[in-house]
């Protein structure tokens, strides 16, 4: 079973903090691998907000073969943050030779461009470095958008932390939202690209559980838009979904759910809104998801969402001190991280309800 967590604060926190809520988990993960996406970026990128953000692992081939392609686009360089690597003897670790985390200026045909097209260079950029990196196996692209950070890899989480040296606090590498997982996708073949979280043009997802419905789902979505690709691992379907009822669709975000797990018929026709439900229920079948599963997801509008399978056959719970929050599978985790709060307050989610966490830290309760 994975161990997830996501964490959004009024602070600026360091991935120490996602180290430390892993480590309190360790019991429910097998050290095949760490992952985390960063949002609401500070320390060195807070100045570079507007600007996008690659993060990408890669050979030396690879590297060069990524900087040709964004010179040829017209991209620049702006700022590069390498991180201090502590290459000791023992840590058990499938490094690659470099790591480029490095904020672009956009091309200058671009300058007065809108933010639908400058969000569609990125998207194609994006697909076209991966083609170019999975034909050459010379490495991964992990994101490529403002604001946001990723890194995975496939090893110990704590020995992860020392190569990278993330598990000392700095001012350098912050952000207020920070969402990691422990545990490669053991169900499938090992490879960083099926490590959660995921990231997909500002949404963030990542799961506990299983998707059974995977092949429905994929054979569905890979003729929905074009950035849906991959699909190394079957909990990536969550994250598209999100992304197409909320950015492709348009629909407000309670409308997930009903998406995902949808309401059974004799409970859809006894409500007001049955049209509405029945239409996207027959609709939207394909996208429906089977199997137990908690799911966590960050929107572009920068708030924490959290559902759960029909049944809730995996674990999540969510605590709150005065500036932060955590979503996490055990409450060992945040009992380590926020110890004083009040623990009366804590929430378990339920089968029908959509957890979501405001900016300001509000905690909204949406029942199905």
Not at 103 to 117: D, G, I, M, N, R
Not at 209 to 228: R, S
Not at 326 to 338: C, F, H, K, P
Request: charged share 25%; glycine share 6%.
């Amino acid at each position: 079973m994975c161990r997830i967590g996501a964490i959004k604060s009024k602070r600026k926190l360091h991935p120490a903090v996602a180290l430390k809520l892993m480590r309190s988990q360790q019991e429910g993960h097998d050290d095949s691998g760490f992952a985390f996406v960063m949002q609401d970026m500070g320390g060195l990128f807070e100045n570079y907000k507007d600007l996008p953000l690659l993060s990408m692992a890669a050979t030396v081939e690879g590297t060069r073969l990524a900087e040709d392609i964004l010179r040829e686009l017209g991209f620049s360089r702006v700022m590069q943050w390498s991180p201090n690597i502590n290459n000791s003897k023992g840590l058990k670790i499938e490094a690659m030779p470099n790591y480029i985390f490095e904020v672009l200026q956009y091309p200058k045909s671009f300058k007065h461009a809108t933010k639908e097209e400058k969000e569609e260079l990125l998207i194609d950029t994006t697909i076209r470095l991966r083609k170019t990196l999975e034909e050459t196996n010379s490495g991964y692209i992990y994101s490529f958008w403002p604001d946001v950070l990723t890194l995975k890899e496939i090893g110990s989480p704590k020995d992860i932390g020392i190569y990278f040296n993330l598990w000392e606090e700095n001012s350098e590498l912050t952000s207020s939202i920070i969402t990691a997982q422990c545990r490669q996708n053991t169900n499938y073949g090992i490879v960083r690209y099926a490590a959660h979280p995921f990231f997909l043009e500002g949404y963030t997802g990542l799961a506990n559980g299983e998707n059974t419905f995977f092949e429905k789902n994929k054979d569905y979505q890979e003729k929905l838009y074009k950035g849906y690709i991959g699909f190394e691992s079957d909990s990536q379907c969550l994250l598209y979904t999100l992304h197409y009822i909320h950015k492709i669709l348009k629909w407000p975000v309670k409308y997930f759910k009903h998406v995902i797990t949808p309401l059974p018929y004799d409970e859809i026709i006894k409500r007001k809104d049955n049209s509405v439900l029945l239409r996207i229920k027959a609709s939207l079948a394909n996208l429906e998801i089977n199997g137990p599963n908690t799911f966590l997801a960050v929107t572009p509008e920068k708030e924490l969402l959290c559902v759960c399978d029909s049944k809730k056959l995996r674990p999540i719970v969510i605590g709150k001190s005065e500036d932060t929050i955590i979503m996490t599978s055990e409450v060992a985790g945040i009992n380590d991280l926020i110890p004083n709060r009040d623990i009366t307050k804590d929430i378990y989610p339920n089968e029908h309800e959509t957890i979501v966490v405001r900016n300001d830290l509000t905690v909204e309760r949406w029942q199905q």
